[in-house]
């Protein structure tokens, strides 16, 4: 407060010289006089002076919290008159006993002070997470058409029920529900049934995005440490791609054995190696797009073979040590596990620009790329083709689950929204946001299909992180990597954070009950991570289920039922309405089934 | 009263939470040494020392919590409880889900009044009425009360809609008080005749421990209507500041060049406070007017019987 040199009351009204009473002193800028007084000027100042400026109502409430408040001891939060019955804030005057009033001129509290765009970036910066990796290879996984079509009616879907749940509150009559949020809405409907579900649900959206975290963190700080250690011993690296039974890979170096490369452009030279018996094709830094992995299911095994005149072993050490899925994940230990037992990360919400930063910087890289590689889009409807996808595929649910994680904000829109100024353009503020991510979404997953390489790889080859997709010497993907990095690094205490107040204030009544429970937890979690790097890293497979999972709860269920039974409640229940939303909720259903069964 | 004998009591009930500390806080003054959302039930005979209106005693009990102890303690006191009660207020909070539930310990309530002290007078209070929309108000009070005057026969029960955050509350006990006088409309010409002769504007007759207005006598039209709350909130703040440092709160005098108040103690259970409009007119006469005045209202008390109070059983 000290910093803010501009005078939070705003003098209104007449000049207190104008009044020969003696002057009575009152600085504006005295923040530490709060007590409100209220003196009638008529009774003050001369008995003709109708001029009321407070009502008998106002002057009354005031008389009455004062005396509330010497009934309680300052810390105890009984009796404090709760926001309906005081009037707005542009109605509280501060009055000199003089006749002369200061207007409050803000809330210093940041209720309500946010304007539209504000709202929206925030809505849009919460929302933009690591999913916008995996969205090329949704797109690839339901097909071009389809997946266009599915970002849509997903974008719309899950907008609706966002809606529903902003509304959720409204419904509910005779209780004061302006501090809820939605799981509060939750246990009011479904009682203690509805608090650990909604608990439990809300644990497995922050747990699912730590261990998606852990495991992109792992394979950039692998990526960055293997660009930096080439580039500091100036290494020619190759990447080398172990081929597929029945994969059109073969063929394109059918004596190769095994062992194939894709490349694209003009190799500088071209030599042929034997390593282990086999004869490889080996180029120098051309790669545009590679293609690292088999089929899902198999670990990318990268193996990079030196062009040094000095020794290998070296960098045989180097890859021994820095392993994606062996090493790094258990160095990622040492840096963030003390950082998640901080009591508050509150330093951590400052580089939320970092969030921004990383995705404005994506999506400048995907145009540069786009440049660089053209268009490749053949349209095949229902074929398969060696190179291409077809327009719609069987295994869509991949990238509706993917989509449900993608849109989520259910959460915590209620609070985002709340410190919107003009309350009453909240939905239409909600739409834009939404509409924006999903242009954005549309966007990257559009673009880097379409000019994914085809005819000398497959999009098949579109991988669940679509930043593998470049050589790990490839400098613009490097820099996205680094932002990545430490855009996910300072979010991650923040996730652990609130995964930690949400279960231990529910089992203990207290945020950080021990240094050990806290351990404890944050073990637990960090482990979950450390075992998916190692042993499951298809962050699209991650993201998809845990979407579905929690997007199932707070997405598809619980914001209809709630319409439903307050529809009920007040009597206003309609066949169309009970279809509709039994719809959506057998559509969220089906959404999670889907996942395990395709 | 010999020690050791039950006291007339008030029994201020109604379910836990509903708001019945901070109710006798508020009437009473009364410092909340706690956080008022506390998890158990209140267990408040003995500490209760609150005088109101001459000896009665005013005594908060939880009726119908969740507790088992609570309700053991509450069954097996139950005689204790209900004997020599002159008023039960029964504290409704509007916003409970469990209507039946309230009913049903109201109803036992009521029984046990019954059976013990039948001539005690029901007062039910429909609280948290700030917690109702506006419009709504009129509507949802005016069911309550006829469910509950159907249910309280064959006793008589007067319901009021209270909130603390409006006036609401401050003339629901005041009202309440005002019923519990059985000579009032005397007293009230009496009032009269007094501020008429030492010719007052306004003339207000309070209750010694909570400053409930009980009669009033105004010469003219006043244009605030919240006034006596507002002077006995005041009054009260003022006692708290005085207790504060172990002193304690007897007469004040409050002049300027256009009126002059007086408030003083008045008889045993009251005070008084006379406005003069007419400043001319020195304190010190108006001071023998009522202290002249203060032996004549001494005699209408005694007059009522051996009790020395202002209540008539």
């Known amino acids: 407060?000290?910093?803010?040199?501009?005078?939070?009351?705003?003098?209104?009204?007449?000049?207190?010289?104008?009044?020969?009473?003696?002057?009575?002193?009152?600085?504006?800028?005295?923040?530490?006089?709060?007590?409100?007084?209220?003196?009638?000027?008529?009774?003050?100042?001369?008995?003709?002076?109708?001029?009321?400026?407070?009502?008998?109502?106002?002057?009354?409430?005031?008389?009455?919290?004062?005396?509330?408040?010497?009934?309680?001891?300052?810390?105890?939060?009984?009796?404090?008159?709760?926001?309906?019955?005081?009037?707005?804030?542009?109605?509280?005057?501060?009055?000199?006993?003089?006749?002369?009033?200061?207007?409050?001129?803000?809330?210093?509290?940041?209720?309500?002070?946010?304007?539209?765009?504000?709202?929206?970036?925030?809505?849009?910066?919460?929302?933009?997470?690591?999913?916008?990796?995996?969205?090329?290879?949704?797109?690839?996984?339901?097909?071009?058409?389809?997946?266009?079509?599915?970002?849509?009616?997903?974008?719309?879907?899950?907008?609706?029920?966002?809606?529903?749940?902003?509304?959720?509150?409204?419904?509910?009559?005779?209780?004061?529900?302006?501090?809820?949020?939605?799981?509060?809405?939750?246990?009011?409907?479904?009682?203690?049934?509805?608090?650990?579900?909604?608990?439990?649900?809300?644990?497995?959206?922050?747990?699912?995005?730590?261990?998606?975290?852990?495991?992109?963190?792992?394979?950039?700080?692998?990526?960055?440490?293997?660009?930096?250690?080439?580039?500091?011993?100036?290494?020619?690296?190759?990447?080398?791609?172990?081929?597929?039974?029945?994969?059109?890979?073969?063929?394109?170096?059918?004596?190769?054995?095994?062992?194939?490369?894709?490349?694209?452009?003009?190799?500088?030279?071209?030599?042929?190696?034997?390593?282990?018996?086999?004869?490889?094709?080996?180029?120098?830094?051309?790669?545009?797009?590679?293609?690292?992995?088999?089929?899902?299911?198999?670990?990318?095994?990268?193996?990079?073979?030196?062009?040094?005149?000095?020794?290998?072993?070296?960098?045989?050490?180097?890859?021994?040590?820095?392993?994606?899925?062996?090493?790094?994940?258990?160095?990622?230990?040492?840096?963030?596990?003390?950082?998640?037992?901080?009591?508050?990360?509150?330093?951590?919400?400052?580089?939320?620009?970092?969030?921004?930063?990383?995705?404005?910087?994506?999506?400048?890289?995907?145009?540069?790329?786009?440049?660089?590689?053209?268009?490749?889009?053949?349209?095949?409807?229902?074929?398969?083709?060696?190179?291409?996808?077809?327009?719609?595929?069987?295994?869509?649910?991949?990238?509706?689950?993917?989509?449900?994680?993608?849109?989520?904000?259910?959460?915590?829109?209620?609070?985002?929204?709340?410190?919107?100024?003009?309350?009453?353009?909240?939905?239409?503020?909600?739409?834009?946001?939404?509409?924006?991510?999903?242009?954005?979404?549309?966007?990257?997953?559009?673009?880097?299909?379409?000019?994914?390489?085809?005819?000398?790889?497959?999009?098949?080859?579109?991988?669940?992180?679509?930043?593998?997709?470049?050589?790990?010497?490839?400098?613009?993907?490097?820099?996205?990597?680094?932002?990545?990095?430490?855009?996910?690094?300072?979010?991650?205490?923040?996730?652990?954070?609130?995964?930690r107040v949400q279960l231990l204030r529910q089992f203990f009544g207290n945020a950080y009950p021990s240094i050990f429970h806290v351990l404890i937890l944050n073990v637990a979690i960090v482990g979950a991570g450390v075992a998916m790097a190692r042993f499951y890293p298809n962050i699209g497979g991650i993201i998809r289920y845990s979407g579905a999972t929690c997007g199932l709860a707070f997405v598809f269920v619980y914001p209809s039922l709630i319409y439903m039974i307050s529809l009920h409640r007040a009597g206003q229940l309609t066949w169309p309405a009970l279809i509709i939303h039994i719809f959506i909720i057998l559509l969220g259903l089906a959404n999670l089934i889907a996942q395990f069964l395709l | 009263n010999p020690k050791g004998a039950v006291k007339d009591s008030v029994l201020l009930m109604g379910k836990s939470g509903s708001g019945k500390t901070s109710m006798r806080s508020i009437i009473f003054a009364n410092y909340i040494a706690r956080d008022t959302r506390r998890l158990g039930a209140t267990i408040d005979v003995e500490h209760s020392h609150v005088r109101f209106l001459g000896n009665l005693v005013l005594n908060l009990w939880d009726c119908g919590g969740q507790d088992t102890f609570m309700e053991n303690y509450f069954t097996s006191q139950r005689d204790n409880i209900f004997r020599n009660v002159e008023v039960l207020i029964y504290v409704f909070d509007v916003e409970s889900r469990e209507l039946e539930k309230d009913m049903h310990y109201y109803q036992s309530c009521l029984e046990a009044i019954l059976q013990n002290s039948p001539d005690a007078k029901i007062f039910c209070l429909v609280h948290k009425m700030d917690l109702v929309q506006e419009d709504q108000r009129d509507l949802i009070f005016k069911e309550r009360e006829e469910d509950l005057k159907r249910l309280s026969r064959p006793l008589e029960c007067v319901c009021f809609r209270t909130s603390i955050w409006d006036e609401t509350l401050y003339k629901a006990w005041s009202s309440i008080v005002y019923q519990l006088i059985p000579n009032v409309q005397q007293l009230e010409m009496n009032l009269r005749n007094f501020a008429q002769i030492i010719e007052a504007d306004e003339v207000l007759l309070f209750e010694r421990a909570t400053f409930l207005v009980i009669s009033h006598y105004q010469c003219k039209e006043q244009r605030d209507v919240h006034r006596f709350e507002k002077i006995s909130n005041i009054i009260k703040q003022f006692k708290l500041s005085c207790s504060k440092l172990a002193a304690s709160f007897q007469s004040m005098e409050v002049r300027n060049s256009n009126f002059a108040a007086f408030i003083d103690i008045f008889t045993s259970n009251t005070y008084v406070m006379v406005v003069m409009s007419d400043p001319s007119i020195p304190s010190a006469a108006t001071l023998i007017n009522i202290r002249n005045a203060r032996k004549h209202f001494e005699k209408l008390e005694r007059v009522d019987g051996p009790k020395h109070s202002l209540l008539m059983r």
Not at chain 1, 322 to 346: G, R
Not at chain 1, 469 to 490: E, G, H, K
């Open chain 1, 1 to 499: 407060m000290e910093e803010d040199t501009k005078p939070l009351l705003v003098p209104v009204g007449g000049d207190e010289s104008n009044y020969g009473i003696m002057n009575i002193q009152f600085n504006p800028e005295d923040f530490k006089c709060k007590r409100p007084f209220h003196v009638e000027p008529t009774n003050i100042v001369s008995v003709n002076d109708d001029m009321q400026r407070v009502t008998d109502e106002a002057s009354a409430m005031n008389k009455r919290i004062h005396y509330y408040s010497r009934l309680t001891s300052p810390a105890d939060r009984a009796l404090i008159a709760p926001d309906h019955v005081l009037p707005a804030p542009d109605e509280i005057y501060v009055y000199s006993p003089l006749g002369t009033a200061f207007k409050v001129d803000s809330c210093t509290d940041g209720y309500g002070k946010n304007s539209s765009i504000v709202t929206i970036f925030m809505i849009w910066n919460t929302m933009m997470g690591t999913s916008i990796l995996s969205i090329p290879w949704g797109i690839k996984q339901a097909g071009f058409t389809s997946g266009i079509i599915l970002i849509l009616v997903m974008g719309i879907l899950t907008l609706y029920c966002c809606y529903r749940v902003v509304e959720s509150r409204k419904m509910i009559p005779l209780v004061d529900t302006s501090n809820w949020e939605f799981p509060d809405v939750c246990k009011y409907y479904f009682g203690s049934f509805g608090q650990w579900s909604s608990l439990l649900f809300s644990m497995v959206s922050l747990v699912g995005a730590m261990v998606v975290y852990w495991v992109l963190m792992s394979n950039f700080l692998f990526n960055t440490g293997k660009f930096i250690y080439n580039f500091i011993h100036d290494i020619n690296v190759t990447d080398i791609v172990p081929g597929t039974n029945g994969s059109n890979r073969e063929q394109a170096c059918s004596q190769c054995g095994r062992e194939a490369i894709k490349y694209l452009g003009m190799p500088k030279f071209k030599t042929r190696r034997y390593e282990n018996s086999k004869m490889v094709y080996i180029s120098t830094r051309n790669f545009l797009v590679i293609c690292p992995s088999a089929t899902s299911g198999h670990t990318p095994q990268n193996r990079s073979v030196m062009f040094s005149s000095g020794n290998d072993t070296g960098f045989e050490l180097f890859e021994e040590w820095w392993n994606k899925s062996q090493t790094v994940p258990f160095y990622l230990i040492a840096v963030l596990l003390p950082l998640l037992n901080l009591k508050s990360p509150s330093f951590f919400a400052k580089f939320n620009v970092l969030g921004t930063i990383s995705v404005v910087y994506l999506v400048f890289l995907v145009t540069v790329k786009a440049a660089h590689l053209g268009i490749h889009l053949e349209y095949n409807w229902f074929a398969e083709n060696d190179f291409f996808v077809p327009e719609f595929r069987i295994l869509f649910p991949q990238l509706t689950g993917v989509l449900t994680l993608a849109f989520f904000i259910h959460n915590c829109v209620i609070t985002l929204l709340q410190n919107n100024k003009n309350q009453e353009n909240n939905v239409r503020d909600l739409s834009i946001a939404y509409f924006l991510v999903g242009l954005t979404y549309l966007y990257v997953g559009m673009i880097i299909f379409a000019s994914f390489p085809s005819p000398p790889l497959s999009k098949e080859c579109i991988e669940q992180n679509f930043l593998d997709n470049f050589p790990s010497d490839d400098i613009m993907s490097f820099v996205a990597r680094i932002f990545l990095l430490f855009q996910m690094m300072t979010v991650y205490p923040l996730l652990g954070y609130l995964a």
